[in-house]
Each structure stands twice: as C-alpha cells, then as structure tokens.
C-alpha cells in the first residue's frame, strides 16, 4: 500500500523559477494537506482540502497555490520561488468522521533549497 | 490564533531512563490531540487523545489528555537509542463550514544515550 507520495524528494531551484511539488494518495480519502517544516519550528499549514474542487488557505499560504481537481491528487505550486521558502514540504491526508478527527498520514517530505 | 506548546524542546537521557514530554495548547473548538514520532522523514502517528483522563498505551509509550488544564503528556519508560526522535504534539480542531485543522507545536528532540 503506497499510502501518500510526494516528488521529488530534493530540488534545488533559482529565485524566481517556479515549480511543482506533487502529492498523490490511495487511501481515497477527503483530506490532504501541505504543510512545511522548517528547523525547529515544527510544521506550518500552508494549504488544505476538503475534497476534490475545494481547497483553502492555512496559516502560510503566501507564495503558494494549490488545486485538487481528483481526489487523489493535491499538487502545490511556487510561482516565483523566493530563499524564504527553502525548507521541507510534507504532504498529508486524512479520513475525517465523527467530528473527532482521524489521524492525518504523511508523505516523505520534499526538501527544497532556492538560491 | 491557536496556539501548541511543547517541552521540553530538547531532552537528553541515558537507556533506561524514563521520560515525560509535555503539550499544553489554547484552541477555539478543541477536538482530539495527536502525538507524532519524526525519525528522519515523514511523521508517524502514535496516539490520538479525545477524551480528558483516558491513558493510551503502547508497548513502553503511554499518553493522557487533561482537557481541563488543556495539556497532554507523553511518557517513555525504559528508553532505547531507537526512541531518539522529535516528537510533535498537533491539535485537531473545527475551523468552520465542515473543515478541521490541526496545528502542531514545534516538537521536543529526544536523544537516548547508550
């Protein structure tokens, strides 16, 4: 069971390019998410969906888009990549019911570095 | 703003010894709480907690949840160099219109000393 994927796993990029981090999951749930995590800051929410069609901005979404045209699919994109966006970006999914939550299952992680 | 604080935010222990992590958080409509183990990637889910004064166990790890002081701990006993890690509290909480979002404190790095 492959769970959720993310490409590539490093990436080194110029100010200014742009690129995407892609993020796919089989578990056929209705939550993904994007989050970065940079040294010793613990894991920052950039974008989240609720199911295919749907997404919304989380605590750092500047510099960021994201789209969900599948439910299997959560891709992010930087336009113009800035230094202040080298860290490492996780990838998430969840099923959610009862209202309590369940637990959200992570990606490797994409370690990008811009210069 | 919802807010998640761990500590210690690094902790240095020989094997054997026994830990205790701390998580207090501040949310606006509180859910569950998590604990996640980070080796070198990807986090790995170890507990959720939803209930006040209901301890989760597995094997040497053991967790509970005081909803009325708002914090959780997380212990280890008899640790091994295998539980060197950083550990992540993350809070599950509803944001509105069906939508829940978690946030996580920024972790507390154990290292286990043979």
Redesign the interface.
Known sequence: NAG?TQTPKFRILKIGQSMTLQCTQDMNHN?M?W?RQDP??????IY?S?GAGIT?K??VPNGYNVSRSTTEDFPLRLELAAPSQTSVY?CASSS?GG???????????TRLSIL | EDKVVQSPLSLVVHEGDTVTLNCSYEVTNFRSLLWYKQEKKAPTFLFMLTSSGIEKKSGRLSSILDKKELFSILNITATQTGDSAIYLCAVLAYSGAGSYQLTFGKGTKLSVIP
């Open positions: 959720v939550y998410y989050y010793g800051m613990g894991l920052k929410l989240y609720v919304d989380g605590e996780f959610l209202g309590a939550g369940q637990p959200q299952h992570f990606g490797d992680g």
